[in-house]
């Protein structure tokens, strides 16, 4: 079974500090993805790569980075954490055939609190 | 880009009758049109899925409904049981670049 995992599954950090969130996938996925969930507003997607190296912005790309040097390992940064950063971060991955989508496999969340 | 509408936010039904939750979306190029459940403190897992070649797909009591024309998709489950209480979250998309989910749907079953 595919295995997503996120390295910390709570976070409290302080304002203005530097916050990497890190995702690993086992299952030779070329696609990764970051998304966040807050209550009433489901999940949005902040960035997401196809490739070593490569990345797209999502829907809300402000106030964050990411980094793929490897195919299994995608990190979220938070360059200068704010309060309404705090938020549920949610790290996906999924197979590209090339020309189908296929099924987002999700990690367990890392519940970000700024303070 | 991609705009997806889901209703109800919240849903109330006795256990064993049916529950249908709906969502419409905006991108005509969507292909792809996900289910995911999530239960509380829990990640959303894939529950069924219809791609636009087809128009409803069945996976025991659940089914989804898809009509390309008017963009809409419906998860239907039915025989509800106290298991089935969770957030129901629906999905387009039709490339590389992921999945617009829509705001979620609170499932709450009644014994």
């Known amino acids: 079974d595919v295995k997503v995992t996120q390295s910390s599954r709570y976070l409290v950090k302080r304002t203005g500090e530097k916050v990497f969130l890190e995702c690993v996938q086992d299952?030779?996925?070329?696609?990764m993805f970051w998304y966040r969930q807050d209550p009433g507003l489901g999940l949005r997607l902040i960035y997401f790569s196809y490739d070593v190296k490569m990345k797209e912005k999502g829907d809300i790309p402000e106030g964050y980075s990411v980094s793929r040097e490897k195919k299994e390992r995608f990190s979220l940064i938070l360059e200068s954490a704010s309060t309404n950063q705090t938020s549920m971060y949610l790290c996906?991955?999924?197979?590209?055939?090339?020309?189908?989508?296929?099924?987002?496999?999700f990690g367990s969340g890392t519940q970000l609190s700024v303070l | 880009g991609e705009n997806v509408e889901q209703h109800p936010s919240t849903l109330s039904v006795q256990e064993g009758d049916s529950a249908v939750i709906k969502c419409t979306y905006s991108?005509?190029?969507?292909?792809?049109f996900p289910w995911y459940k999530q239960e509380l403190g829990k990640r959303p897992q894939l529950i069924i899925d219809i791609r636009s070649n087809v128009g409803e797909k069945k996976d025991q009591r659940i089914a989804v409904t898809l009509n390309k024309t008017a963009k809409h998709f419906s998860l239907h489950i039915t025989e509800t049981q106290p298991e089935d209480s969770a957030v129901y979250f629906c999905?387009?998309?039709?490339?590389?670049?992921?999945?617009?989910f829509g705001k979620g749907t609170h499932l709450i079953i009644q014994p």
């Open positions: 299952m030779d996925h070329e696609n």
């Open positions: 996906a991955s999924s197979l590209w055939t090339g020309a189908v989508v296929e099924k987002l496999f």
């Open positions: 999905a387009a998309g039709g490339g590389a670049d992921g999945l617009t």
């Open positions: 991108d005509s190029a969507s292909n792809y």
